[in-house]
């Protein structure tokens, strides 16, 4: 069987945060491009603060910790917040790194939204990446719409991650 390695997919959403950061350093009022106007993450800005919160909630959820309730950012300053992110990121790889294989594939129950959820560690690390490669695309798509190109290619396929 041919299997897609966490490294490999860790990686590429990396270079997508690069790429990304780089265009809003370069477009900051992008940061408030509409997205959802009548849903809870109005903007480009919020998305992304959502990206990053859910990326530390569930890694608290991994070592049984305390879930934060937000950033503490405002979601329409870029640099703060995709430091905010890589910070994250950092401690997201370093738990990776640590986790012993066995354990990454013990059943576990994770609550999410007041309802339990059995699963493995494995499962719950590639869905915060598979999270995040969702809504960049959303927040591609908002960029498009709003008559800008986004950064670079971002197929899997186009990525340097081997």
């Known amino acids: 069987m041919v299997n897609l390695t ?10 997508e945060r690069a790429k990304w950061r780089r265009f809003f350093a370069d477009h900051p009022e992008s940061m ?6 009548a849903g809870r993450l109005p903007t480009v800005g919020k998305m992304i603060d959502h990206i990053f919160l859910v990326e530390r909630r569930h890694l608290q959820r991994l070592r049984s910790e305390p879930l934060a309730s ?4 405002t979601g329409n300053n870029a640099p703060p917040l995709f ?20 354990v990454a594939g013990q059943v576990r129950v994770f609550e999410v939204r007041e309802q339990q959820w059995p699963m493995t560690p494995r499962k719950l690390l590639f869905h915060i990446l598979v999270h ?5 695309a959303q927040v591609a798509l908002a960029v498009r719409l709003a008559g800008l190109e986004p950064p670079g290619d971002h197929d899997l396929f186009f990525s340097n991650a081997l």
Request: proline letters at 4%; a negative charge.
């Open 6 to 15: 966490y490294d490999e997919l860790l990686r590429y959403t990396g270079e």
């Open 32 to 37: 408030e491009m509409p997205l959802q106007p």
């Open 70 to 73: 937000q950033t503490g950012l």
């Open 83 to 102: 430091d905010y992110g890589a910070s994250v990121r950092r401690e997201l790889e370093q738990y990776v790194n640590e986790l012993d294989e066995d």
């Open 132 to 136: 995040e490669i969702r809504h960049w």
